[in-house]
């Protein structure tokens, strides 16, 4: 099965500028996914308003990472420059998917001392003075 014409234009372009085949295989896979969500329709036919469209529908409706619809947006900027010699600029009502905040996880005080408790001889002091130190 063939490559459109389109995205085989695309495909040359990032390997003349020796991008990655990992890069190459994602933007491919994240400009057909903005086509499909366009009805097919042509990306020069295209406006930010498309664009913003698509980055709120992957945020709002597919609940993406803030990195995985960033990739995406990375992909189309890509495409818009490098094909079409064109500079997007997002729409501010686009909505950005949110980073997901990592809570550490943080032993207790009786928790860390049970843990240095139960080690070889020859470690707990130099764990007790880790734990100690913060």
Request: glycine share 2%; aromatic share 10%; net charge positive.
């Amino acid at each position: 099965m063939g490559q459109s014409p389109f995205l085989e234009q695309i495909r040359n372009i990032m390997r003349t500028k020796h991008y990655s085949i990992h890069t190459e295989k994602t933007y491919l896979l994240w400009i057909k996914r903005f086509i499909l969500f366009n009805k097919k329709r042509h990306p020069k036919d295209l406006s930010e308003q498309e664009v913003t469209d698509f980055l709120t529908y992957l945020a709002v409706k597919r609940h993406v990472t803030s990195s995985t619809q960033n990739l995406a947006l990375c992909a189309i900027v890509f495409m818009y420059k490098h094909v079409f010699e064109r500079e997007l600029t997002l729409l501010p009502d686009t909505v950005r998917a949110r980073a997901p905040r990592r809570v550490p996880t943080v032993l207790s005080h009786a928790e860390a001392l049970n843990i240095i408790g139960q080690m070889n001889e020859k470690y707990q002091l130099a764990f007790s003075l880790l734990y100690g130190c913060g």
